[in-house]
């Protein structure tokens, strides 16, 4: 029709567009869960360095971390596998509570664990260097004193 | 003057049943003895299963006549200096090596076990000047040998019977299996202890993604025993964290005829590991028509050879999309699993037998044997 407005065509692109979003919203989902399993298993793999000691105590932190408040109830008696399902229900909501700080703060122990063991590598790599360079001066010292 | 060699003895740190170094230990010693040199076996912890085939090696006499003392190489053990002192003595002490997997991967998991790891190297470097030959189930395992200062090497494959898989599937098993499949969803499986090296999170984490972007249904199912139970807590864990613990089946301790049946009913083999001396699981893949998709490690790519798709990464989504393409094609598929029955003859018990004959009877004989046939 002549001298109608016309609607502009959907722009397929465009994140206000409703499938357009749907779509986006999708792709950023599975970015973060591509992201969320590849942290994962850099987490459960093992490490090149030589600093195994600290490496197994800090998997110690990290094994520790997550705190399972789903504490079983199974029992010989069924009075007291009863009773323990009673506890857990009226507790449940504390015990979780508290368990997500103490996994919280568990966490927050292994990343500074992580970062202390890079930093050390680090620093033990750069004197390792600093060793090698004084020791090729110390020849050069040596050899212009020879001549 | 040198006394010809009458016997030959092996010495097995850890002898049990059905398990990859205890079968090769059974074949070996009926192959010696069909060559009409008598073979006993000594062993530090024998399981009950096997009590009649092995002695405490602590029974054994040290010093014999005419006899070399074989040590099945693969783990730390006292029975290491006892070979060794018995060498010293003038004994011939020979080593046959499966690999002693690195400390590093256990140090996190099972401190314990990394600790008899690296006595392990210790010993096997120990070993070296005094051990006359080395024989190495991998090409991978004899360049080891030869940097830890193995003076005479060879390599001759592990024995295995491959014949054995081609009994019947238990059939309670196999029907629950195929009633699963019938439901839909592709059938991903992984054979090996439950071990921080054989990386079965990775094999987790590509599942997650397939089914993320290729295939909601699809499933895996790990078999093998526990090697590290913290590690096992971790596997189940990061189960439940990406969601996916419902398709992910960890079953310990199978009797061969229900591997057989996850073996007729798997879609793909995918291995991750990062540590194989020589990797028996991707043998029986091919031998029963198992596609196989691994990670280009340690002995992996000498076992696979062609027969598999080796990838370079273990990044899961490229893991995920490799068992996705292969999957979709099924020409490729086909091949693969041709290729692999191919391959598996190459390890045929015959072939491997004469090649462990050849290299022994040269090295009485006093020669080296010649190398490993393509």
Not at chain 2, 170 to 185: F, I, S
Not at chain 2, 341 to 349: K, V
Request: hydrophobic share 45%; aromatic share 6%; proline share 7%.
């Amino acid at each position: 029709m002549i001298g109608a407005t016309l609607r502009p065509p959907p722009d397929r692109g465009s994140a206000t567009h409703p499938a357009a979003a749907r779509v986006n919203q999708r792709r950023a989902e599975d970015d973060r869960y591509v992201a969320e399993v590849r942290a994962a298993m850099d987490r459960l793999s093992a490490r090149t360095t030589d600093s195994g000691e600290a490496e197994a105590a800090l998997a110690l932190v990290e094994h520790a971390a997550a705190v399972d408040v789903d504490a079983p109830v199974a029992s010989v008696a069924p009075a007291a596998r009863y009773l323990k399902v009673g506890v857990k229900r009226l507790a449940g909501w504390y015990l979780r509570y508290l368990g997500e700080q103490v996994a919280d703060l568990g966490k927050a122990t292994a990343e500074l664990g992580v970062a202390l063991i890079e930093r050390t590598d680090r620093l033990e790599g750069t004197s390792a260097a600093t060793i090698a360079e004084l020791a090729a001066l110390r020849a050069r010292v040596e050899d212009l004193e020879r001549r | 003057m040198s006394v010809p060699v009458e016997r030959i003895d092996q010495f097995v740190p850890g002898f049990a049943p059905f398990d990859a170094i205890g079968s090769h230990v059974l074949e070996l010693r009926r192959l010696l003895r069909a060559r009409g040199f008598p073979s006993d076996i000594w062993g530090e912890h024998i399981d009950p299963r096997v009590g009649a085939d092995a002695r405490p090696y602590r029974e054994c006499p040290p010093r014999s006549e005419g006899r070399v003392l074989l040590y099945q190489l693969s783990t730390g053990s006292p029975m290491a200096a006892w070979l060794a002192e018995a060498a010293a003595a003038g004994q011939p002490v020979w080593a046959n090596y499966h690999n002693i997997t690195p400390a590093r991967y256990f140090a996190r998991w099972e401190p314990e076990a990394a600790a008899s790891m690296v006595t392990a190297r210790q010993e096997m470097a120990a070993l070296a000047p005094v051990a006359a030959r080395a024989l190495a189930v991998s090409g991978y395992n004899e360049t080891e040998l030869i940097a830890a200062g193995y003076p005479s090497t060879a390599t001759a494959p592990l024995l295995v019977d491959l014949d054995r898989y081609h009994d019947d599937p238990d059939p309670a098993v196999l029907a629950r299996l195929q009633r699963r499949r019938d439901g839909g969803g592709a059938t991903w499986l992984f054979v090996g202890r439950i071990a921080p090296n054989k990386c079965q999170h990775h094999l987790i984490g590509a599942l997650a993604l397939y089914r993320r972007f290729h295939d909601p249904r699809a499933r895996l199912t790990l078999v093998g025993g526990v090697t590290s139970p913290r590690y096992l807590h971790s596997l189940r864990r990061l189960s439940a964290q990406l969601g996916v613990t419902d398709a992910v089946e960890i079953l310990d301790g199978l009797p061969t005829p229900a591997l057989l049946a996850h073996f007729a009913t798997a879609d793909v083999f995918v291995c991750m590991s990062e540590h194989e001396g020589f990797c028996v699981p991707v043998l029986e893949a091919f031998e029963l028509g198992v596609p196989v998709v691994a990670y280009r490690a340690a002995a992996l790519p000498e076992t696979v050879a062609d027969a598999g798709v080796l990838l370079d990464s273990k990044d899961p989504l490229e893991v995920a999309d490799a068992v996705a393409g292969l999957l979709a094609d099924e020409a490729r598929r086909a091949g693969l699993v041709k290729a692999g029955r191919a391959r598996a003859s190459a390890y045929a018990l015959p072939v491997t037998s004469a090649r462990t004959i050849e290299v022994i009877e040269g090295w009485l004989e006093g020669g080296g044997p010649g190398p490993l046939p393509a």
